[in-house]
């Protein structure tokens, strides 16, 4: 069947031949991004989506031709540069991805070009600082350390040195570290009886992520009460390092491959075990579920994994059409601006948070479907910061437009970016895990 303009057919996606020299190689990386930038200005229909767009067609706009041949190569970067890999252009935008014959993968190509560049040596001691998540929240947890990490996020002077020494923004709010870290003070609940539904395993394996294990580890307990509630048997898995997605935005794709040498043996045990894997993470659950597939897509392992992870909501959604799920709820929640973040919905399940938010009696949900501009690290970053707050502005609007009693969204930090770009507000932000917790009363 010919391809059709208008993403008419479901996109595919490509395996990334992310280990061939062929990837890395310059002039042939600069080939597919001209033949790829050429459609991107001839259709302009992302524009709105980011600063990575934008940038690209001022480039063309204002060279000397006014076409894509007067941009100079070495320029390209800086649209590689402005793009954090949210997926969305290619999953909701882009009416030339595959199976069209004109083959578009925005978001791969940036990868691409990012692993090029980090493979040059062309990646900073900051970028490679933030990336590490575990080696940061090992060090910043310890009970000595902790006290001054947070304090000196907090101070004015350290944060002007950290912005003019390591290029993070003296304004980004940032979160704080927890010494009581999520996995040294998990307690699941592994007595009840596994209760498999047509639709899901009865037995959950969670996989906790840097974040919620270092930062937010309330959030991680709360979804533990929400399944003990449900009565659906939970193990945490036995070892787990950093999912890969700071690593992959990075483009250090070496480092993403050792990172699956640790995740994947005991994921894929607990996934031929008959568990279902949720992470409270949206980007480390579309890391598990799509980037590592096709960065190993002839790997059984790594597909068996793909195959048990849920997003909690994917989960749970599934699991009250199945009738397994408990809708005993004591609390109402009011008013309820939710923000589905990019990297929930470029997994394709829909708006299942919302789903199950609106289930819980006296809750009224705004829900916001747009890119808040944040990304993990690239809005932390001095040179972005003033775009990714430009970029949330009207999610900022759109949130505080009901005048909500609680700001909710799947990334902890895309929810921290939008309390700080709503200003003062009386909402209270709250992971909506936590949200379910506090309907159901426990």
Request: overall charge neutral; charged content about 25%; some cysteine.
């Amino acid at each position: 069947m010919t391809s059709r303009e208008g993403s008419l057919e479901a996109p595919t996606r490509h395996a990334l031949a992310w280990e061939t020299p062929e990837f890395y190689n310059e002039a042939k990386l600069h080939d597919e991004m001209h033949r790829v930038f050429d459609i991107c200005h001839g259709c302009r229909r992302c524009v709105s989506l980011c600063t990575a767009f934008p940038r690209l067609f001022d480039l063309i706009d204002e060279s000397k031709t006014g076409e894509l041949d007067g941009v100079d190569k070495k320029n390209y970067q800086e649209v590689v540069d402005r793009c954090y890999l949210c997926d969305v252009c290619y999953m909701t935008k882009c009416p030339y991805v595959p199976p069209h014959a004109w083959n578009v993968d925005f978001p791969h190509l940036m990868l691409r070009a990012k692993a090029v560049k980090f493979k040059q040596g062309g990646t900073g001691l900051r970028d490679k600082l933030l990336s590490s998540t575990d080696a940061m929240g090992k060090l910043a947890t310890i009970p000595v350390v902790v006290k001054f990490v947070n304090a000196a996020n907090k101070s004015a002077l350290a944060r002007g040195v950290m912005d003019k020494v390591l290029g993070v923004h003296k304004d980004r709010v940032l979160p704080d570290y927890d010494s009581a870290t999520f996995r040294s003070t998990a307690r699941p609940n592994a007595s009840h009886a596994v209760r498999d539904g047509a639709k899901t395993p009865g037995k959950v394996a969670l996989f906790s992520t840097c974040y919620i294990n270092y930062n937010e580890p309330g959030i991680g307990h709360d979804l533990l009460r929400v399944l003990d509630h449900n009565e659906v048997p939970v193990v945490v898995v036995e070892k787990e390092a950093c999912c890969g997605m700071p690593k992959l935005e990075l483009g250090d794709l070496d480092a993403v491959a050792r990172l699956k040498a640790i995740n994947i043996p005991p994921l894929a045990k607990l996934a031929r075990a008959g568990y279902a894997i949720l992470t409270a993470i949206p980007s480390c659950t579309l890391m598990f579920k799509q980037e590592l597939p096709l960065m190993f897509p002839d790997d059984a392992d790594v597909q068996a994994v793909k195959t048990a992870m849920y997003d909690p909501f994917e989960y749970l959604v599934l699991r009250n059409k199945d009738g397994l799920m408990k809708t005993d709820f004591k609390n109402p929640l009011g008013k309820v601006s939710y923000h589905i973040p990019c990297h929930s919905r470029v997994q394709n399940v829909g708006q299942k948070t919302r789903d199950l938010l609106q289930l819980v009696p006296g809750t009224e949900v705004n829900t916001v479907e747009r890119c808040s501009g944040h990304d993990g690290t690239w809005g932390v970053k001095s040179e972005y910061f003033d775009q990714s707050m430009k970029i949330g502005r009207p999610v900022f609007k759109q949130m505080a437009a009901t005048d909500p009693d609680y700001i909710s969204s799947d990334c902890p930090i895309g929810g921290r970016h939008i309390q700080q770009g709503m200003g003062d507000t009386r909402a209270v932000k709250e992971h909506p895990i936590s949200l379910m917790r506090i309907a159901y009363g426990l």
